[in-house]
């Protein structure tokens, strides 16, 4: 009798891995982010990453980090990969899915989750920790009953040719 495999991927593994898969598609030359929705029944029901809306142009918009006129920076108009990932789902309602991010989201992204029905984040990065608004992020988290829970890294690497 052939046993099968021990070494396969956990679901986290897999479910993180997928969001830094998608985060690679981001075109911002800083940060490249990913967010991968799985339903209680662990499905991908749809995945994200930053970008200009559909049809602003990546060539035309700004992709700068500073600049002296906001209008002249990526901020204003970069959708995150968190709210792309909601709008991206073509079924209904996404109510007590988790969602898979490589970074923690910002108070805008939280309030889609929250909006959204999504039960539990679980993140990689917490590099903007303690920026108001991921404080505010958390605090709208735990009032609305929304677990958010640091990945733990296994340590495994994965290395493939595309």
């Known amino acids: 009798m052939t046993l099968k495999r021990k070494d396969y991927l956990s679901w986290d593994e897999y479910f993180m891995g997928v969001a830094y898969l998608a985060g690679m598609r981001s075109k911002d030359p ?12 662990n499905k991908i029901l749809s995945i994200g990453y930053n970008g200009f809306p559909i ?4 060539d035309i918009f700004p992709w700068a980090r500073d600049g002296e006129n906001s209008l002249e920076t990526k901020y204003l108009y970069t959708t995150h990969s968190e709210l792309n990932a909601i709008l991206n ?13 490589t970074l923690f989201p910002c108070n805008e992204c939280a309030k889609a989750i ?3 029905g999504i039960k539990e984040v679980i993140y990689d ?3 903007y920790g303690d920026t108001p608004a ?5 605090k709208m988290f735990d009032a609305a009953n929304v677990k958010f829970t640091r990945y733990e890294r296994s340590g495994r690497s994965i290395e493939f040719e595309l």
Do not use: F, H, R, W
């Open 30 to 41: 800083n940060t490249q982010v990913g967010a991968c929705i799985v339903s209680e029944e």
């Open 55 to 58: 049809g602003c142009s990546d």
């Open 89 to 101: 789902y073509p079924g209904g309602s996404l109510k007590g899915a988790k969602m898979y991010v």
């Open 114 to 116: 929250i909006q959204a």
């Open 125 to 127: 990065s917490d590099k």
């Open 134 to 138: 991921v404080i505010a992020s958390k």
